[in-house]
């Protein structure tokens, strides 16, 4: 269990980029944090492992602060960021993906093992010997995801994973993740674009100006959403079931 | 792995790339195409700092010496260090950092002083590419002095002076960007 | 993309291909050294061997020419050197051009070895051999220059991409003024340093929740790669071009070691 407790951050000149933030992740959970351009959603991210050390309030993960064992928090918290690309660091989609377990020093032949495992899972396989940079969107972001799922995580937090993809790399992007979520993984899924997966969250939280202005399940709340700046997907009688790009 | 640590690593690979890419590229900034290798050389030790000049700058000759072709005009190769324009190579690894040790303002420098520094610090790294350089061309050629300038240093003025104030524009306005990259490491 | 990329990888199965690239390295540094020194010998030497072992890292077994470029630049090393070194200074015109000419011919041969080096050698795979090659080197950050190394190739044609989509935009807004070089210049590098400098931000973010340390897991190697033969192969024709130095010319050994230029 993952938990966010009295988080605050501001910049220098006073504007408050985070304010006063409590959430809690349970195991097994899939919540979407939704909230436009600007209200501390990826910020919110870059504390959870770590990468942004909390001035007030804390980080706790199964209730110990995570800054007790940053090494062994970010091996259990894995964050797939924005922008694909530049989280690359691997010359072929094979080494990138090793990148993390490598850093673990595992030995080669785990690594090779669970590297297999990986590319099957994700059925990139025939991609393992391309460059990075020269795959598709969609390709490139299950690389990504591979990368972080080599370290074994128990959370995986996406940072508006479908940026950018056409509509087939969307549904294959969600079809990892529903997978990942089916096997018992807890899924924080930041995004504005409620529309490509709000049918498989059991919890939405509303960000807006650094501070979580609402928070529940997805049923209670479609209907307010506009009201802090997100788009409601289209279609006033539209069952949640139906707000997936995910091919039935 | 400190967070710090990290972060001089990549900076200091961006900035080999940035070196190594500009290799490949031909900009038509006047009437004649130049390369902007020596630009971003400068840059890389007065954005980055000595350290990061010096160690983007090592990278980039690691890099040519085991044969890829980064050096100016897509070659590589040991062959061009130990070649006639080889001094020019070795000019680089000392530029970078002199640069970067001249052009070091705090965050309270006042403009003037800032922008002072930075063309000071662009003349003289400028400057500092020619000394092995020259010497070098005229042994490896058995050129004399004469001819070594002619071929050497005259033809690369303009260019160069172009650079070097260009490179000095772009130091006073991204030292801040750059310092605070570096600096937040420390805090966290 | 990279215009001027002569030099590039092509797959294979040939020795020359499956040579461990350390040796590869360390053949190709070797032979550049002994080239520094201007010597006939030395090159008649050596371009029989260069030549066969560009036969052997053909797959099809067929001498193809290099790329015209590749004759330019020694085209005008030697008219350099003939205009420089000067009928009046050597003592006649028959030697100046041979000294021009051997000198031409020395380029060639650094070029060609370059170019085996690179045909045969997968990018991907330096990194790692380079810091095997490093490690045992004490004083030497082996893990910080490879890291830095392997970062820098990655990035180098994201940053070329970049570079050329930054020009196009300025282009299509009519931001080049011929007049005004240094501004044209500073307003292609804001952008580009900008960006460089985000991306920076993010790959360390990202190298940081990856967990990323200096004594990682080393890199693999290919275990088949030849590594016995190709090093004794080195060693003996070292040798024999010295040997045969000695016995042909009677240069003492050590003073041809100590001889450049």
Redesign the interface.
Known sequence: MLEVKNLSRSYEKGRMVLNNVSLSFPEGSFTIIAGPNGSGKTQLM?HL?G???AREGEVLLDGRNIREDL?AA??RI??V?Q?A????????VA?DIA??????????QK?NEKLEELLTELSIGHLRNR???TLSGGEKRRCVLA??LI?NPEIIVLDEPFTGLDYQGVSDVLKDITRLHKDGKTIILITHDLEKSLAHADRLVLMKDGEVVKEGEPADLIEDVEDFGIRRPWGNERDLETMTWLKV | MTKMRIRTTVLSAVFTALIAASAFFTIPVGPIPIVLTTMFILLSGMLGGAKIGFSAVATYLILGIIGLPVFAGGTGGIAKLIGPTGGFLVGYLLAAPLAGLIYNPGPDSSRTRKIILAVLAALVGGITLYIPGIPWLKQSLSMDWPAALQAGLIPFIPGDLIKCAAAAVLAVGLKDRFRDFLTEAEEE | MAEGLIFQYTPGESILHRIDIRIKLIGMIALSLVLIKVSPFRLCFLLPVLLSLDICSRNDRRISLPPPILFLMPLIIFAGNFISLGPWETGGFKPALAAAGFRALRFICILWMAQLFTETSDPMSITPAFYRLLKPIPLIPAGRISTSMGLSLTLIPLIISEMGEIRDAMVSRCGWNPRRPVRNLTSMGIPLLEGVLTRAEALSDAMESRLFTEDATEPELLDDSLRTSPSLFLLLLLTALFMGERLLLNIDILESFMNFY
């Open positions: 870059r492992n990468l942004l050390k090494q970010r091996r894995g964050l960021f922008n690309d530049s989280q690359i660091v691997g010359q072929t080494s990148f993390g377990a490598e850093n673990l020093k595992w030995p080669r690594i460059r990075p940079h990368a972080v370290m």
